[in-house]
């Protein structure tokens, strides 16, 4: 074992950390990419329902937002790539299976979401903006109906992130609340994780 390996092991083994719990880092993504898929599933599912004035600023908050996503996501990706981060599974057989290809599942959608968002928003030969600040795409403008099927695409694939989500979040509820193990806990940070481990 080189020094560095040595000194991560000593560090782990003091902070009382067996490779099975998420960091601080991770934990923070998480719960940010989580918040941040409801706040833009909500406002695209409502703003229908207001004046024109509202609807457009809910649009630019969604596209600001969505540009805040697409970064979190990324940093989520890159965090768990770096070695070290990624946390084992504590579950076995066919369940760490369903569980890792669901989180697999996630990720793939929440980047082509992203990537269609983007699309339209650059779709009409404009710049996007973040809180004001303009960011030009690297594609011109599309057609009509090309942009309206690609709206359709991203309101199909939002809707498919809300329902794998939400029976990813019920098993995680399965694991805390029946199983009675520590798949939840590990999900907050050491000091919550006391309280929720049943
Ligand atoms: C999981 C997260 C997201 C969900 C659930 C979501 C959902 C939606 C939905 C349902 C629509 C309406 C589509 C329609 O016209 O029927 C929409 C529009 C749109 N979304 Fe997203 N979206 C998400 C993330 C993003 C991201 C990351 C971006 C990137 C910037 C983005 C950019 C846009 C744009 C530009 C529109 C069109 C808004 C307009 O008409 O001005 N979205 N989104
Ligand atoms: C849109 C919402 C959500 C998304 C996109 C999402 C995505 C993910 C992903 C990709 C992972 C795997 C992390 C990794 O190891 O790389 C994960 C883990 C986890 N998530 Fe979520 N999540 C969401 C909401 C929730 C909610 C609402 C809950 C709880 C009620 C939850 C509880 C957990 C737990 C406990 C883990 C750790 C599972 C394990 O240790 O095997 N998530 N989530």
Redesign the pocket.
Known sequence: MNDSKAFDTATRIIAGDDKTNYDGVAITLHWLVAL??LV??A???T?DWFSRDTR?SM??I??????L??VV?LAEIIWRWIPGHRVSSIEQGWVRVASKSVHYLLYI??VL??A???T??WSGGHP?HLFGIAIPGPIGALSRPLR?DI??I??W???T??IVASGHALAALYHHYALRDRVFGRMFPPARRGELVA
């Open positions: 941040l898929v833009q599933f406002l695209a599912e703003w457009e649009q630019s969604h596209i600001s937002f969505g540009i996503l697409a996501v959608l929440l979401q992203a269609l968002g983007f339209i928003g996007i309206h709206r359709e991203h309101s694939v939002g809707w992130i809300v």
